[in-house]
């Protein structure tokens, strides 16, 4: 950015930065052994050539949620070979992106900044999203990023996120080339439900995040996640029927396309992929995994065996459409007394599914 310098001109000031993961260090020295005792911190600066200051905004120790899959994503399943593509997870927001290049951060379509109440001056919270950019992704092969959890979702009607991509400078790519993808299930390779989308790019500009048409521009209905989880129970039985009289595993992977699964898809989503492996349950989900394939075929049926690289932006991921339908619930006591005989004294209780207090979330409730 053009700043004005203390000696009174006008000058171009950049800033960098840098990511440097812990795990990843060159050399130790001493006997240090990992990371449970550190107590110092240097930095050092050198091999300059002339005169340079250096102003530091921040200086921070970082964690993430979300962690780098280190394991075989691959079409194949005999192939485990892990691919070499480069790839990094990052942030891109608003308060430091919205001026990026080729293409600017806009919020997606329907999503607002948040208000801090605490706030006298009601300043609007940053708002993020995870980057994944991936360069050089061999043919069949993918890359992702995970967090673990431990949710029941049955009460959930629906699964979203925005997704928006763009091509890397120097790399070349074209729309439904590179497919984004989801995995929920109770591990991360053998018992999951997979959603797949062949990705339409972003073209390079200055985007107006004011405007819905350049907010659907940088987040296109086409990328956008957003199906009925009941997909996840229908590929379950239909593969359940499939491998009953064969010689087919339930270990295997069976998929289908989001238009032979349901006749009332949105025909933007036909060529969705849905796509389950192993005995994973809407009730037990443990793991969520996100990232990028180089799908041997691409939408048109082709394969062009080339490299790709692709950036990629996910943001709000969400569960919509959550069953309201409340339960109910009664004790009942009966005594009767039989005259000196004695005293018989009955007691019964029914509760239904979705029953439970006011102050009670979705997960809270009665299943049963």
């Known amino acids: 950015s053009n700043v004005d310098l203390a000696n009174g001109t006008n000058g171009s000031v950049d800033w960098y930065q840098f990511k440097i993961p812990v795990d990843e260090f060159k050399d130790t020295y001493g006997n240090i052994s990992d990371f449970t005792s550190i107590r110092f911190m240097r930095m050092f600066l050198r091999d300059f050539e002339e005169d340079v200051v250096l102003r530091f905004a921040t200086l921070d120790l970082v964690r993430d949620d979300w962690r780098r899959y280190d394991q075989s994503i691959n079409e194949n399943e005999t192939d485990d070979i892990v691919s070499e593509a480069g790839f990094d997870i990052t942030a891109v927001n608003i308060e430091e992106n919205a001026s990026k290049e080729p293409v600017n ?143 087919a595993k339930y270990s295997d992977i069976y998929d289908l396309t989001v238009g032979d699964l349901s006749n009332d898809a949105d025909p933007q989503h036909q060529n969705h992929i849905v796509r389950i492996k192993g005995n994973p349950n809407l009730a037990n989900i443990r793991t969520v995994m996100m990232g990028v394939k180089n799908p041997t075929n691409d939408a048109t049926g082709m394969d062009d065996h080339q490299l790709k690289s692709v950036e990629v932006w996910l943001n709000e991921m969400r569960l919509t459409d959550f069953d309201e339908d409340g339960g109910w619930a009664a004790n009942l006591r009966v005594t009767t007394k039989l005259a000196d005989f004695g005293t018989v004294t009955w007691a019964g209780s029914k509760i239904t599914s979705g029953f439970g207090g006011i102050e009670d979330g979705v997960n809270d409730r009665y299943k049963d």
């Open 105 to 247: 951060y806009i919020l997606p379509p329907g999503i607002d900044r948040v208000v801090d109440p605490s706030n006298p001056q009601l300043i609007q919270l940053n708002e993020q999203a995870i980057l994944l950019k991936v360069t050089d992704l061999e043919d069949g092969k993918g890359k992702g990023a995970y967090k673990t959890l431990n949710m029941d979702i049955r009460k959930y009607g629906k699964f979203k996120m925005d997704v928006h991509a763009e091509e890397i400078e120097g790399y070349s790519v074209r729309d439904e080339e590179v497919n984004v993808f989801v995995r929920l299930g109770s591990d991360y390779q053998d018992n999951y439900y997979e959603y797949e989308i062949p990705m339409r790019l972003t073209p390079a500009g200055l985007y107006n995040g004011d405007i819905e048409e350049d907010r659907l521009a940088v987040w296109p209905d086409e990328n956008r996640f957003d199906f009925k989880l009941r997909l996840f129970q229908t590929i379950k039985q239909l593969r359940n029927d499939a491998v009953r009289g064969t010689n």
